[in-house]
């Protein structure tokens, strides 16, 4: 079976340590403080998080994750929310069934069949008033804190994506949240997003309810040596002995981006397993570039697509920083080596890329999201 999984959050033996974040955030959260978890996308936010809970809950303590993609209504909401809660807090379906109905006027639950990743869905009545609804969604927020002083447990809970939270209600639903959040001494939140420009927005910015609420913590690429010692272990684990040299050179392929490396590296075990055998370096290096070709070849269809809903300075900007990711993406010289105008120009053409998450920002400076999109885009300009 291939070692490496991507595209899904991944926990356990699968999960690429990040020792220091984890023994971090477990801290804060066991502590009672509230963390703010942000990088890009596809950094692993999800998975940390997932480890983190996995981790809490052995140690007997309840954890709730709501992905807030889920949820376009406050009914939707306190369907979710209400679900994962109560059945976080009780063992038994039915104590949770009848914790519920004492919560939801008339709930309707259905009982999922076993392996589902949530035990029961629940359903409310589609007709409520808005006052009602209201009143419903601040008792679900306050629940936590009930259910923690109950159970004499500490209560985690992580809302992923949480810039989401502003197509609900506006700042309205902030408000609420905030001022039930800060009163709750037994439930410790994780707060997780990759649109740094709106979550900045709602934690920095003093007029809104949320402003420097919690402890801010920033993802970066993994250490390359930390990264390193995971993939030779999981090559190991998928019984193909891989030269170090070839560790290193995937990771400067992919510049250490956790979803890209595990992508490389399970089509590159794809292409080696069927041998089973010790391949010198030089023939690792030629399945290293078929995988790559591989990649690109699989989201060939995806980058053109993209591709061809860009403008043509957007174009420009993004082959620039495919070719050349640099901190001085106004300087006089990188603008005139790539056409790109003007400052001006760089800026308007930076900002439709940030907000198509095309582009992002590191502490390296600025290049483009997606490892084998930039590959694909300087071969074809």
Not at 176 to 202: N, P
Request: charged share 30%; with cysteine; proline share 5%.
């Amino acid at each position: 079976m291939n070692p490496f999984r991507f595209g899904q959050a991944v926990s356990g033996d699968d999960f690429a340590d990040r020792k220091s974040e984890v023994e971090t955030i477990m801290r804060d959260l066991k502590s009672g403080q509230n963390v703010l978890i942000h990088s890009p996308r596809r950094y692993g936010k999800t998975s940390l998080i997932k480890e983190v809970f996995r981790r809490l809950s052995k140690e007997g303590q309840p954890t709730v994750y709501l992905d807030l993609y889920r949820v376009f209504s406050k009914k939707r909401f306190i369907e979710i929310y209400s679900g994962l809660l109560f059945s976080a807090a009780e063992t038994r379906l039915e104590e949770a069934g009848r914790l519920l109905r004492e919560h939801l006027p008339r709930p309707r639950i259905t009982f999922s069949p076993e392996g589902s990743p949530m035990p029961f869905t629940v359903e409310i009545d589609a007709s409520l008033p808005k006052k009602e609804e209201d009143q419903i969604f601040q008792e679900m927020l306050e629940a936590p804190q009930k259910l923690a002083e109950k159970k004499k447990k500490r209560f985690h809970v992580a809302f992923d994506e949480f810039q989401e939270i502003t197509r609900l209600d506006g700042h309205e639903v902030e408000s609420t949240m905030r001022s039930v959040f800060q009163h709750q001494s037994q439930v410790s939140y994780a707060f997780l997003g990759s649109r740094r420009k709106l979550l900045q927005e709602i934690f920095n910015d003093k007029g809104r309810p949320f402003y420097k609420s919690c402890k801010s913590i920033p993802l970066e690429e993994i250490p390359e040596t930390e990264f390193a010692e995971f993939l030779f272990s999981r090559f190991k684990n998928g019984d193909l002995n891989v030269p170090r040299g070839i560790v290193s050179r995937i990771l400067q392929t992919t510049q250490c981006h956790p979803y890209y490396t595990q992508q490389l590296c399970h089509e590159a075990w794809n292409l080696a397993y069927p041998t089973k055998t010790s391949l010198p370096e030089n023939e690792w290096v030629a399945i290293l570039d078929r995988a790559v070709e591989g990649v690109i070849t699989a989201n060939q269809y995806a980058y053109e697509e993209i591709y061809s809903g860009l403008t043509d300075s957007q174009r420009k900007l993004a082959y620039a920083l495919s070719a050349q990711p640099t901190q001085k993406i106004y300087a006089a010289e990188y603008v005139r080596r790539f056409g790109l105008r003007s400052a001006p120009n760089v800026a308007k053409a930076l900002h439709a890329l940030e907000e198509k998450e095309l582009v992002e920002k590191t502490s390296q400076g600025y290049r483009v999201s997606d490892i084998f999109f930039a590959q694909w885009l300087t071969k074809i300009e």
